[in-house]
């Protein structure tokens, strides 16, 4: 049976992508505040344009963050997978007569 992965490992990761998420946010609603108060850029054309690049970049930023956290999850199970796969086939190679462990053996490397 494979291990779940470790609490505290995925919390901490939760919390660094809310956080990511909510500084993202925040960024882009600053940078509106400032264009619109400060750099007095009242037309609509030219506030979407600023925001919709710091926006893509953010978002990008997120995705490859949740992608990388995905993947990493995926591939710690699928090794405690294969380690646990490993595991139960030497406890089973070590209850054969080991002239049936060398040919059982053998018959595997074949094909």
Not at 74 to 92: T, Y
């Amino acid at each position: 049976m494979a291990k779940i992965p470790n609490p505290e490992i995925e919390t901490q990761r939760i919390r660094y992508a809310f956080w990511l998420a909510v500084v993202g946010l925040g960024l882009s609603a600053v940078l509106v505040v400032f264009l619109v108060v400060v750099a007095q850029m009242r037309t609509s054309a030219d506030i979407v344009a600023i925001v919709g690049v710091f926006t893509s970049v953010t978002g990008t930023l997120v995705g490859a963050f949740f992608g990388l956290q995905i993947g990493s999850a995926g591939r710690d199970q699928e090794r405690q997978d294969r380690q646990h796969a490993e595991k139960m086939a030497n406890m089973a190679m070590g209850k054969l007569p080991p002239g049936e462990a060398d040919k059982v053996m053998k018959d595997m490397e074949a094909g």
